[in-house]
């Protein structure tokens, strides 16, 4: 079910670093994966999205990585900004369907 | 393109008063609508979806409600508000066609509720 309850986890890292969100994921049924960053205050933001017959896909300054066998998913942020603080959301689902699965949410604090 | 506004932005009411929330999408048809509500701190829970008008689905038994009178407006109301319905809620919309990147869900700004 959603996720309900939980404390966020933390990720602090130096401003220019590379940043690692990583997410497990629940329905071994699912084929669609989305990251989503939310700013205090503000709804959360479309990041990248990526299916299951991928295993790795790129933005800009961003990439998510899929491993389909541990049902595992990450968000690299490369040289990561102040600007990138944020927490960041992975969801999950099945093409086709509507209801989409939120992991708890990582909060990533970018130190300057 | 598509655009989704939700208001009132923030809300402070006394408990036991009536709540109305409402969220309205631009530039697209008959698309899926979502409530999600979120405690500070915590994850997302989804409240009610929509997949046409009058069609609500609930999917947590509480005090609220939603009502879709028009194809893209989604309504949360309450007639009687605790202080547990204190949150941060999101409005959201996807296409209803699949395609090739799923129904990937868009969200609004937020709504903060706080009742006192």
């Known amino acids: 079910g959603e996720s309900v309850g939980l404390h966020l986890p933390t990720l602090s890292v130096q401003e220019g670093d590379n940043s690692i969100i990583n997410c497990a994921y629940s329905?071994?049924?699912?084929?669609?994966f989305i990251w989503y960053k939310q700013e205090s205050g503000k709804g959360p933001q479309f990041i990248i999205d990526?299916?299951?017959?991928?295993d790795k896909r790129q933005g800009q300054r961003v990439t998510v990585l899929l491993n389909k066998t541990v049902k595992h998913l990450s968000l690299q942020i490369a040289a990561t900004q102040p600007g990138d603080s944020a927490v960041y959301f992975c969801a999950e689902m099945v093409t086709g369907g509507f209801k989409t699965i939120f992991g708890a949410g990582t909060r990533l604090f970018v130190k300057a | 393109s598509q655009t989704i506004h939700q208001w009132p932005a923030t809300l402070v009411q006394p408990v036991g008063s009536p709540l109305s929330l409402e969220c309205t999408v631009e530039g697209t048809s008959n698309p899926n609508l979502y409530w999600y509500r979120q405690a500070a701190g915590r994850g997302l829970q989804l409240l009610f979806y929509s997949v046409g008008i009058g069609q609500i689905s609930s999917e947590v038994p509480q005090n609220l409600s939603a009502s879709r009178p028009q194809d893209r407006q989604f309504i949360l109301s309450s007639k009687k508000l605790l202080l547990s319905d204190s949150g941060f809620y999101l409005c959201?919309?996807?296409?209803?066609?699949?395609?090739?990147?799923?129904?990937?869900?868009?969200f609004g700004e937020g709504s903060w509720l706080t009742v006192v």
């Open positions: 959201a919309w996807s296409y209803t066609r699949t395609g090739n990147s799923g129904n990937t869900i868009y």
């Open positions: 990526i299916r299951s017959n991928m």
């Open positions: 329905n071994s049924a699912s084929d669609y």
